[in-house]
């Protein structure tokens, strides 16, 4: 019997993606989540599930305590129904044991108490900046942030009252949301040459599935003695059940002492108001403004230089465009794990879980790089056996079900390009790898 062309698409999204996007939808009302962007049955059954799933999930533990700390301010009343979840979520963000197991639930009370005094601190329901310095500067020390961890600005910088006016590629000026992120870190502005470029976001995301070239790559004319690109991009980002693509004008750089890499991007002109003729709605741009810088340079600090990681983006959806939901969703998870992602060489997992264990004297020495190394890899292997799980039990369904669909090419054809994305985080941890053994080897000629 044929489906109906109104039942919803199947969910074919990575463990991942789902569990930020549903922990991101669970706290919006459902009349305002356009079921064409978002359908009902894709949502969690309610917000213990969204943070269940959440807790389990292979994402930055900055995203899932942010989350978590704005869950809870918006309804502390409900810290009670949800503690079981949260405690959860708790466990999962805490350093594990030197066995790698999961920490005591002793570590777990603790770190709720310290939950517990931010929910009920003065402000409004929204999470903001200040939430996180305050959970930070009492819960540090219990989960062992790093630099970047400290330092991260994000979620409490966007918010849909945060608007700037940006031109449309017709030259119309239009409120547009402001979403920021940035992070400090004691790696130089050189560890982020390949993060900074919007080629790699792919591997470094979630969310981005793609960044096809569709113009020929020129090398940079200007500043003079810096290295760098231009090039138009098709940027296709998966939200929902959506694919949303945009043709995007890159500027990137790397300034000549390596001291500063940034890149700039902006919708292409004359690729939007040519997709803009066209008849199928589905094909045109979904939003009319999409520009940004990313960046990252020395600047200097009261404990000395370090490198300043900075995202800027500009979002505004197009009318009949169908991704009113997108600004919400980069804002809150979107940008977020990428930005944390960048933090770890592209690895979702953030810091080694028992980094704090590890000597201080040790964090630049060539044993600790290549075991840093060998774990993002295992890592990498660990995420990849989840993330073709669904394109996996939709092959064999394929020759289970009642009638056999040669579909099966399409759910090869994922397994094969989540393969590609893995070993291309791969590579990148192996750059990564060389410049920490190159600082080893600077650090033992200091001595």
Known sequence: ?????????????????????????????ADTVPPAQFPAEWRPAGTEQALEELASSRTP????????????????????????PVRLLLRHTLPTTPQGGLPPWSQVDAAWRHLDEVV?????????????????????????????????????????????????????????????????????????????????????????????????????????????????????V???????????????????????????????????LDRKKARNPRDRVPVNVDTGTVSAERVPGPDGPRTLVRATKYLHPAPGGGAELFPRLACDVGWPELMMAMAY??????????????PAAAAGSAEVAVQRFVEQVVAECRQGIGDTAPAMQRLL??????????????????????????????AGHLRGLADDLSRAADQRREQ
Request: hydrophobic letters at 30%; one cysteine or more.
């Open 238 to 272: 998966e939200i929902g059940p959506q694919t949303l693509r945009v043709p995007l004008s890159v500027g990137y750089r790397v300034r000549a002492d390596r001291s500063r890499v940034w890149v700039r991007f902006n919708i292409d002109r004359t690729l939007y």
């Open 1 to 29: 019997m044929p489906k109906s062309s109104t039942e919803p698409p199947p969910d074919q999204r990575s463990h991942r993606r789902r569990a930020l996007e549903n922990a991101c939808v669970s706290l919006l009302e």
């Open 345 to 358: 060489r592209c690895s979702p997992d953030g810091p080694s879980p028992d980094a704090t264990d590890r």
């Open 397 to 426: 369904g394929r020759f289970t079900g009642p009638t056999w669909s040669a579909g099966w090419i399409n759910d090869l054809l994922d397994i094969g390009a989540e393969t590609t994305r893995r070993y291309g985080r791969v």
């Open 120 to 236: 009920r601190a003065p402000g409004g329901r929204r999470f903001e900046e200040r939430h996180w310095l305050q959970f930070v500067g009492e819960a540090g020390e219990l989960f062992g942030f790093d630099v970047p961890e400290r330092t991260f600005r994000g979620r409490g910088r966007c918010n849909d009252m945060e608007t700037a006016p940006k031109p449309t590629p017709e030259g119309k000026l239009v409120d547009s949301v402001v979403i920021t992120s940035e992070f400090l870190s004691d790696q130089p502005p050189s560890a982020f040459v390949d993060y900074v470029d919007p080629g790699n976001w792919p591997r470094c995301s979630s969310f981005w599935e793609d960044m096809a070239p569709l113009t020929t790559r020129t090398r940079a004319a200007w500043p003079p003695g810096a290295e760098g690109y231009d090039q138009v991009f098709d940027e296709v």
């Open 61 to 84: 533990r900055v995203v899932k305590l942010q989350h978590c700390i704005e869950t809870l301010r918006r309804d502390p009343d409900a810290a009670q129904r949800l503690e079981a």
